[in-house]
């Protein structure tokens, strides 16, 4: 397995009124940050945020090139980017223990945080096809160029992780800064992936591994 140590470019917040950051995404312009009864779109180069869209928004956050998705309590929504609309409900795989969300594949990729999993699952039904294990906690989820990656976020320590889809064993580590949380991961497809801060209400954009330097 491959270690290094996460390279940050930029932190974004915290932002007014918010308390938390629940899951993040990426439409190929704007981030956008699942905050509680909220999803809040992020400029990444001015760090402005114009736009709100009032949903429930307590867990994972995905786009798949039209349509946002976004966890909260035991369902995924499917919400029309452009009115906010809330177009279609799924269960959500993890009773409760969603967290992370992702669209790859023409599929949902579903973190079960203490679970310690990542469902794949159908984006119509809902149905599980399957289920890679990890040996931590999964906080967040993305796919960028083939390979499938998961935030981890536990005992104090956290990591963006690049893992087998097959078996899930662990490629490649980026260990984050001492102190600093995990809670949502995306990639923009480039150099750059969006981690949600937890608590601390703050995104950070790390360099991902391998790539070229973010602008």
């Known amino acids: 397995m491959k270690r290094s140590q996460a390279q940050i470019i930029r ?12 899951g993040v995404t990426y439409d190929g312009r704007q981030v956008w940050i699942a905050v509680g009864q909220k999803l809040l779109a992020l400029d990444p180069d001015s760090g402005a945020t114009p736009r ?10 995905a786009f798949d090139g039209k349509h946002l998705y976004q966890i909260a309590d035991g369902c995924i929504q499917k919400i029309d980017s452009a009115s ?10 993890g009773a409760g223990e969603d967290s992370g969300l992702a669209w790859a ?3 949902l990729w579903v973190g079960a945080y203490r679970n310690r999993k990542i469902h794949q699952v159908d984006p119509e039904t809902g149905r599980v096809l ?9 906080t ?3 796919w960028v160029d083939g390979e499938l990656w998961h935030g981890t976020w536990e005992n104090g320590a956290s990591e963006l992780r690049q893992v087998d889809a097959r078996t899930g064993d662990v490629l490649q580590s980026v260990e984050m800064p001492a102190g600093i949380g995990v809670s949502g991961l995306e990639s923009d497809g480039a150099g750059r992936f969006f981690c949600g801060g937890g608590d601390s209400g703050k995104v950070r954009a790390v360099q991902r591994p391998g790539a070229a330097p973010a602008a």
């Open 11 to 22: 932190e974004y917040g915290p932002f007014p009124g918010v308390d938390a950051v629940h």
């Open 52 to 61: 709100a869209i009032d949903v429930a928004a307590n867990a994972g956050t």
């Open 84 to 93: 906010g609309q809330v177009l279609s409900t799924i269960p959500a795989p």
């Open 105 to 107: 594949e023409g599929s």
């Open 130 to 138: 399957r289920t890679i294990e990890s040996d931590r906690y999964v």
């Open 140 to 142: 967040g989820v993305t």
